[in-house]
Structures are given as C-alpha cells and as structure tokens.
C-alpha cells in the first residue's frame, strides 16, 4: 500500500530556515510531489521530483532520495506569508496522487 | 487568466438532494481529476480522466458520477447527498508528461443539512 508521512506541525521564526520531512512506503512509486495550501485555499503546486536530487525553486527546494524512500521540502529566508499547511504526495504515472496528512507550518515575528 | 475554475464556490443543500459542480481549465491540458478534502484536511482523489476517460475511479459511493464533456471540462454529480458528503470538493488537472504536476481549482465548499 501507500503511506506517507510527515511531522504535523513546525514552528520557526521569520527568516529562519525549515525543513520538513516526508517518508513513503509504497510499490509503483513514481515520483514525489509538494503543495502549499493556506487556511481556505486551494491547494498550490510547489515541486515535483522524479528523480533523485535537489530541485531548487526561489526560496524552496525540494528533494529525493529513493533508495531511502525519502525526501524533503526545504524552505529558505522564511516570510510570513510562508505561513501555511504543506503536502508531500506521492503518485503513479497517471497522476494517482496519495497525499501526506499535511505539516503546518507557524511562522513567528 | 483563470486556470482552473470550479462553479460554484459554495454550496449548501439538503439532505437527499441532487447537486453538480463544474469545472474548467484552460490549461490545455489532458487530464483532469476530482478530490476530496475532509474537515482534517486530508486530500484524497476521487476520479480522474485523461481526454475524456476515465482512468481512475477510487472507492466512491456510485452516487457520485463524474463527467468529462471535452478535455477541458470535468462535472460531478452527486445523487441523495448525505450528511457525510459535507467537505470541499477540488478539481485540479496536469500534463500528461508531469502526473505530479498538478494545478487546482478554488475548490466547492459542500454543506449538507
């Protein structure tokens, strides 16, 4: 089957830097994708690895170890508006995407 | 521009009613899914259809039945709605070459009374 899972909250201060974690056990796994979605919105595409390695976008980057069944998101020079819930998924080649339970992350002043 | 939109944005409805949400992208791209948000947040697909196909049809009650009209549009009907049917509802649709790649619509907040 396939799980996935993530710390379920991170506070850090403005500035700062965060990482948050997402391990996988899953057959048929394609490729790891993140998505940022604030309180009463939409879920928002941030990254997507495919292979394993860094993928750097801006301030995020996200990355992906397979042989570890692992990857991570990391955010950079934190800002407020970075305050947000965060999804790991990951999916098959048709896009069956199985989402992490979601990390909030609480950025203070 | 609007890249995915959903119609409408809220919806409140009795119990036992029948109710459709639209959507559309034009993104120009060739599948499109629905998912369902629970009250925890928890994100789980629904359907999805790769130009006009159905390609994934997870556990869902059979009173729930999408439709995919052209390639840039994706309904859901919903038969005898429930009280448990009450969530947001989100289309999202992706390239073909990029599954994980997906874009998402503003979502349905569904109510049901």
């Known amino acids: 089957g396939q799980s996935l899972e993530q710390p379920s909250e991170v506070t850090a201060v403005e500035g700062a830097i965060v990482q948050i974690n997402c391990t996988y056990q899953t057959s048929g796994f394609y490729g790891l994708s993140w998505y940022q979605q604030h309180d009463g919105g939409a879920p928002t595409f941030l990254s997507y690895?495919?292979?394993?390695g860094l993928e750097e976008t801006g301030r995020f980057s996200s990355f992906l170890s397979r042989s570890d069944s692992y990857g991570y998101l990391l955010l950079q020079e934190l800002q407020m508006k970075d305050s947000a819930s965060y999804f790991c998924?990951?999916?098959?080649?048709?896009?069956?995407?199985?989402f992490g339970a979601g990390t909030q992350v609480v950025v203070t002043p | 521009d609007t890249a995915v939109s959903q119609t409408p944005k809220y919806l409140v409805t009795q119990m036992g009613n029948d109710k459709s949400i639209k959507c559309e992208q034009n993104?120009?791209?060739?599948?499109m899914y629905w998912y369902k948000q629970d009250s925890k947040k928890f994100l789980k697909i629904m359907f999805s259809?790769?130009?006009?196909?159905?390609?994934i049809n997870e556990t869902v009650p059979n009173r729930f039945s999408p439709k995919s009209p052209d390639k840039a549009h994706l309904n859901l009907h919903i038969n005898s709605l429930e009280l448990g049917d009450s969530a947001v509802y989100f289309c999202?649709?992706?390239?073909?070459?990029?599954?994980?790649?997906?874009?998402f619509g503003p979502g349905t907040r569904l109510t049901v009374t």
């Open positions: 690895n495919a292979l394993d």
């Open positions: 999202a649709s992706s390239p073909g070459e990029r599954a994980g790649e997906q874009y």
């Open positions: 998924a990951n999916g098959d080649s048709w896009g069956k995407l199985q």
């Open positions: 993104l120009g791209h060739d599948t």
């Open positions: 259809y790769n130009n006009k196909e159905l390609i």
